[in-house]
């Protein structure tokens, strides 16, 4: 196989203003050179930084060597600054205060990654952005409520005020929605909001253990039943890095590998890895463009980008019904996850309860706990109102991190799972 | 490097306040696949963090990688424009160090990956997930008004992580690079124990037996100890930020933060690096300081700020943090716990370490299998059950800058319910 390379430059400014009302920035810039070269079954990467990188990409064969050097030269596009950051942050907070929060928190991080990679005969190049807006807003008892959304770019966030301001008060109602009462304990019907945290269970259980380097090794619950049905017809889940919107989004991956969405599960059966090229031709197939590194200075790995879950056919609004208690989860974090036996808990941070086909209050933290093949088993139905969440909080497979990540999922309906109170 | 560390000297000596932090070397991470292959990434880079102090004391600083001397001076600039409105500092103490002698170590794929696939060789009957190889061979500089200090680090660390039943288990080890490579067979053995451990499940224990915690799992108490004892999180704890001098734990416990043999003799901020008690007999003696949190502190600083990689900016972090051995009372029946589950984060709460582990409860020469569990541990609360400390410490490849070792707590331990189950266990 040819060399490769990838260089980029990039910037992420991330601003914060505290429920003190402290405004705080941090920024992070690189720019750099990797340069990858196959000798057999082993891959070697070297790497520099800046002036070093320039003098490095002068090298490269090809139109290789014009493309990395203008990728690692040109001025990246004007980044939010902190005035504007500031004034966004501190109206969002007053909204916040004066709607009933005892605190509001914001984060705003704004990035920027031109980049260049590929074979060097064959370079790809573009730049990459993304704004992400977090808001959490908070009672004195320390009950609190967290929201986040995503931008394809700095204009659409400053150009639409509204959505910001909707999802404020789509939190300001969960939040007041009065007291939260204890979580449930047992083996109950759970619905996972649309485009919620819930997403996150999809990365864990079904992303990560079909990612070709876990499939090399024989090393999850799913990576021996390629083909096999583990879910019903109307489940199929998969990594699209094509979406746009609030998506994780790239035209090629970090090999120069032009992305493509690759259905991990289709009408239920165990369909297809994420690959890079080197797990690729371990496998004796094609890359299908998930090669993702964290920055030059890291190695690709085959992984996730925007994880989905397809919606249905059902009304979303008829998945309640005929669920006379249950728990409707809108915000998970992963405890643990057993890659082999697909053995997982995930803490649940955000619920309300179900009662008579109806949304109830709001519970205290619980633990959702479960093995992958009987979780899948029991997925009842996908509504028909997809959406999407990115955060800033990434990835981190094997320490590689973080890196963005995106999840995107209907309403969906799990027969039962079980729930227990948590810390 | 020799033209950026002249191009840092004449700013030091043209520009009254200005200092540099200056790291250069090479990173080697090497990732085995244990089917065969792997691959490696060398990462040759120049790090500086440029630092400007006003003439009453306030200090601004700019990170980057850089090449060239203008760089450098751009990168000053920056930290000098930050200055008025940067953190007042209390005046550095002046260190002295030897020079550098003889060439850098170099960095090896080839030792890497035999390093690697010996390890892989010895454990043909683990599912590894990772095989980690990665060298270090840095030189550290700070040029200040009062000298150049200057110092390398060169280390090699081994770590894996193998898939057990109900989750990744991850052993590890580090040694100096100029060594022989390191000994697989202690991180074999290491791991062998995680996995028989969690070969298949437990029982729940049968009383509020003594515990004993392996380094494995307790680990993850002195990685919560750290973080607890870091002058930017102290401050916001007013119990410990007025601390010093009062009785916090059981008399079992002095900690202290040690370099390992051979490692630095200052922080990136140019203080020394001396031994560092910060509990002794019980009693809170220093937090770990950066120089800002020493001063928001009006502390005395203790040399203990370093360069986070991720954060970019030098924070208070431990060396090689370790509690010293206290002879345990003689047991015949406790709660072992030898193995831990990784888990996506340890501290769920600020102060409370959750942990997923295995087991045993022994009784005599019988041990039965336990769990796993899940543990709860409000890291204060736990640690004023210690009863004893061995000295087994070993280094932590999950934890930075803590070598645990074997702890010992006292029974009355509870595991509160949590609905028709038993919930975690738990102190206090």
């Known amino acids: 196989m040819s060399p ?47 002036r070093d990188a320039v003098a490095e990409a002068a090298r490269l064969a090809g139109p290789a060597a014009a493309v990395a050097q203008a990728t690692l030269e040109e001025p990246l596009p004007p980044w939010l600054e902190a005035e504007a950051a500031e004034r966004l942050a501190g109206d969002l907070q ?37 704004l992400i807006l977090e808001l959490r807003a908070g009672l004195a008892d320390g009950d609190s409520v967290w929201r986040c959304f995503a931008y394809p770019s700095l204009r659409e966030a400053l150009d639409a005020p509204q959505r910001v301001q909707a999802r404020l008060q789509e939190l300001l ?16 019907p759970v619905v996972m909001a649309p485009g ?64 493509r969405p690759v259905w991990l599960l289709r009408e239920g059966r165990v369909e297809e890895p994420l690959l890079d090229r080197r797990t690729a031709q371990r496998l004796g197939r094609d890359s299908n463009g998930h090669a993702r590194r964290v920055s030059y200075r890291s190695a690709p790995l085959p992984r996730m980008a925007h994880t989905f879950v397809e919606a249905g056919p059902t009304p979303a609004g008829e998945l309640l019904a005929g669920i006379s208690h249950g728990l409707y989860i809108q915000h998970l974090l992963p405890r643990h996850m057993g890659l082999l036996s697909g053995e997982f808990s995930f803490s649940v941070v955000e619920a309300r309860l179900i009662e008579s086909g109806q949304l109830g209050p709001r519970v205290l933290p619980g633990v959702l706990r479960g093995t992958g093949l009987d979780a899948l088993r029991v997925l009842e139905a996908a509504g028909d109102d997809g959406r999407s969440l990115q955060s800033t909080r990434g990835c981190r497979k094997l320490d590689h991190g973080p890196l963005r990540v995106s999840f995107g999922q209907p309403t969906l309906r799990f027969e039962g799972l079980q729930i227990e109170p948590g810390p | 490097m020799s033209a ?12 009254p306040g200005a200092s540099f932090w200056i790291r250069e070397g090479d990173t080697l991470s090497y990732e085995h696949e244990p089917s065969g292959g792997g691959s490696s990434s060398l990462c040759r880079e120049t790090v500086v963090e440029a630092r400007h102090t006003t003439a009453e004391g306030r200090r601004g600083v700019a990170t980057g990688r850089v090449s060239t001397a203008e760089e450098l001076t751009r990168l000053w600039e920056q930290a000098r424009s930050r200055s008025a409105a940067g953190p007042l500092l209390a005046s550095p103490r002046a260190i002295s160090s030897p020079p550098l002698e003889g060439p850098a170590a170099q960095v090896s794929p080839d030792r890497a990956r035999g390093l ?31 000298g150049l200090h200057q110092e390398r680090v060169e280390t090699e660390e081994l770590l894996v992580r193998a898939e057990a039943r109900p989750g990744a288990v991850v052993e590890g080890a580090r040694g100096p690079l100029r060594a022989v490579p390191l000994p697989v067979a202690g991180v074999v053995e290491g791991l062998r124990a995680q996995l028989e451990t969690l070969v298949a499940p437990g029982r729940a224990p049968t009383a509020e037996l003594p515990l004993v915690l392996r380094p494995p ?12 004892l870091g002058g930017d999180v102290a401050r916001s704890s007013p119990a410990l930020a007025a601390g010093a001098g009062k009785r916090l734990f059981p008399s079992t416990l002095t900690l202290v933060d040690l370099a390992p043999a051979g490692g630095r003799r200052f922080d990136d901020e140019g203080q020394s690096c001396a031994p560092l008690t910060l509990v002794e007999a019980g009693v809170l003696r220093a937090l770990l300081h950066s120089r800002p949190t020493a001063a928001a502190l009006s502390q005395p600083g203790s040399g203990r700020g370093f360069f986070h990689p991720e954060l970019e900016a ?22 072992e716990l030898t193995a831990r589950v990784e888990t996506f984060t340890t501290q769920t709460q600020p102060g409370l370490v959750s942990l997923i582990a295995g087991g045993w409860e022994v009784w005599g020469t019988q041990r039965t299998r336990v769990g796993p569990l899940e543990l709860e541990l409000p890291v204060s609360a736990t640690l004023r059950q210690l009863i004893g400390v061995a000295d087994d410490a070993r280094w932590s490849p999950s934890f930075e800058g803590v070598l645990a070792p074997s702890l010992f707590l006292a029974g009355g331990w509870r595991r509160p319910s949590r609905g028709a189950v038993p919930g975690p266990l738990r102190y206090g």
């Not at chain 1, 992420?12 to 920035?25: A, W």
């Not at chain 2, 950026?4 to 520009?15: H, K, M, N, T, Y």
């Not at chain 2, 208070?316 to 009372?329: G, I, M, V, W």
Request: hydrophobic letters at 40%.
């Open chain 1, 4 to 50: 490769s390379f990838f260089a980029e430059s990039r910037r992420v400014v991330e601003y914060r203003l505290n429920r003190r009302g402290e405004f705080s920035t941090s920024s992070q810039g690189l720019r750099g050179l990797a340069r990858t070269e196959q000798d057999g079954l082993q891959w070697g990467q070297q790497s520099s930084a800046e």
């Open chain 1, 94 to 130: 007053q909204r916040g205060v004066a709607g009933g929060a005892a605190w509001c928190e914001v984060v705003v991080q704004h990035g920027l990654q031109r980049a260049a990679c590929g074979a060097e005969a064959e370079p790809r190049h573009g730049l990459r952005e993304w």
């Open chain 1, 173 to 188: 109602d969960a939040l007041l929605s009065g007291p939260r009462q204890p979580c449930p304990q047992g083996w109950l």
């Open chain 1, 196 to 259: 919620s945290a819930a997403g996150s269970f999809f990365h864990e259980v079904c992303g990560h253990p079909l990612e070709g380097d876990v499939l090399l090794r024989h090393g999850s619950y799913l990576s021996t039943r390629l083909g096999e049905k583990v879910a019903g017809a109307h489940l199929s889940v998969g990594d699209d890095p094509t979406r746009g919107g609030e998506a994780v989004e790239y035209a090629f991956d970090d090999e120069g590998t032009p992305a």
């Open chain 2, 4 to 15: 950026l560390l002249d191009a840092a000297q004449a700013r030091v000596r043209e520009s």
């Open chain 2, 116 to 146: 690697a696939q010996a390890l892989c060789a010895a454990l043909p009957e683990a599912v590894l997930q990772a095989v980690l190889v990665r060298q270090l061979a840095h030189t550290f500089s700070v040029v200040e008004a009062q």
């Open chain 2, 217 to 228: 799992v307790s680990a993850a108490v002195l990685g919560g100890l750290a973080w607890m």
């Open chain 2, 314 to 335: 030098v924070v208070p972090s431990p060396l090689n943090l370790t509690l010293l051995p206290a002879a345990p009372p003689p047991l015949d029946r406790y709660l």
